[in-house]
């Protein structure tokens, strides 16, 4: 069964890149354009200036969605990533470019109540304890289980697999269908500490500002938009001096749209002093930290989801 412009699809690699344009990659990111992806590879092998690299837009993760709108003879399929809401570009989702073979046609799986992988990182095997059949599954990615756990060992349905593969029961939870506190959502996002600054990251591997946030919440079972803009638009705006832990800090420039967010971790102290947790470009990882003075002087509000 061949993709098709017009029809939905779904992600069948652990992790994929949605791209720019077919001609905007480059040779170090062979890694990342295979059919089994090699996340942890494709990053280990960038410079810092390659790490930030704009022919990247964002990540999408095994089994999620997307809308067809290209096949090109040459392997690429152009489509919309409509689990990563961005209003701005397309009214369905993130727009941009994957190698065809990281997908595969929509074929539906009877309903089930979905798990979310809770481990940083696991892989799906051919049987429990068996061979790695889906290597570098990341926090944050939904499953559909294919039956009860048997012996420590979940079966999961994945796509472009006929038979069910494996995971250990502890790595996946039912996805939560409350909204969550902010404890749970800085514990989420304190699991990602030191996790390097990628352009575009949306995975354990390399994550950006707005990719945190929307895995820390896509974990807990609550879907925000992908870029940084667009979740200030999604969120509601609090008065500076009422934040508290959980709520987001948006960053702009004058006369510029917003640029940088990040979690706030602490209620603001005397002297405005704040603190959060963030992927921060300028040193290229998630860390935790007071907000320096040239960080406070972008700062232009505060929301909570």
């Known amino acids: 069964m061949e993709l098709q412009p017009g029809r939905e699809a779904v992600v069948r690699v652990a992790v994929a890149t949605l791209w720019t344009s077919p001609e905007a990659v480059r040779a170090v990111d062979r890694p990342a354009l295979a059919a089994r992806t090699d996340i942890?590879?494709?990053?280990?092998?960038?410079?810092?200036?390659?790490?930030?690299?704009?022919?990247?837009?964002?990540?999408?993760?095994?089994?999620?969605?997307?809308?067809?709108?290209?096949?090109?003879?040459?392997?690429?399929?152009?489509?919309?990533?409509?689990?990563?809401?961005?209003?701005?570009?397309?009214?369905?989702g993130y727009p941009g470019w994957l190698p065809a073979?990281?997908?595969?046609?929509?074929?539906?799986?009877?309903?089930?109540?979905?798990?979310?992988?809770?481990?940083?990182?696991?892989?799906?095997?051919?049987?429990?304890?068996?061979a790695e059949a889906v290597p570098g599954v990341v926090l944050g990615t939904r499953l559909v289980p294919a039956g009860p756990p048997v012996d420590g060992w979940r079966p999961v349905h994945a796509p472009g697999h006929a038979?069910?593969?494996?995971?250990?029961?502890?790595?996946?939870?039912?996805?939560?269908?409350?909204?969550?506190?902010?404890?749970?959502?800085?514990?989420?996002?304190?699991r990602l500490l030191d996790v390097v600054y990628i352009w575009g990251g949306v995975s354990a591997y390399g994550i950006d500002c707005s990719g945190l946030v929307h895995l820390a919440w896509r974990r807990l079972g609550v879907l925000l938009p992908r870029d940084a803009d667009d979740q200030?638009?999604?969120?509601?705006?609090?008065?500076?001096?009422?934040?508290?832990?959980?709520?987001?800090?948006?960053?702009?420039?004058p006369g510029r749209k917003i640029h940088h967010i990040g979690i706030v971790t602490a209620e603001p102290g005397p002297d405005d002093d704040r603190r959060m947790l963030h992927a921060c470009y300028r040193q290229r990882r998630v860390l935790e930290e007071r907000l320096p003075a040239e960080r406070t002087a972008t700062l232009v509000g505060a929301h909570r989801v």
């Open 101 to 130: 073979e990281q997908l595969v046609p929509d074929a539906g799986v009877a309903d089930a109540e979905p798990l979310v992988v809770d481990a940083t990182v696991t892989a799906l095997r051919t049987a429990p304890g068996g």
């Open 163 to 190: 038979d069910p593969l494996w995971l250990p029961a502890a790595h996946a939870v039912p996805v939560p269908t409350t909204p969550p506190s902010a404890g749970e959502v800085l514990a989420v996002a304190q």
């Open 40 to 92: 942890a590879g494709w990053i280990a092998g960038m410079d810092t200036d390659q790490q930030v690299g704009d022919c990247v837009l964002s990540q999408l993760l095994l089994g999620e969605r997307v809308l067809v709108t290209e096949v090109r003879p040459d392997g690429w399929a152009h489509v919309v990533a409509v689990e990563q809401p961005a209003a701005k570009l397309h009214p369905r």
């Open 232 to 253: 200030a638009a999604a969120t509601r705006p609090v008065p500076l001096g009422t934040e508290r832990p959980g709520d987001l800090y948006f960053f702009a420039r």
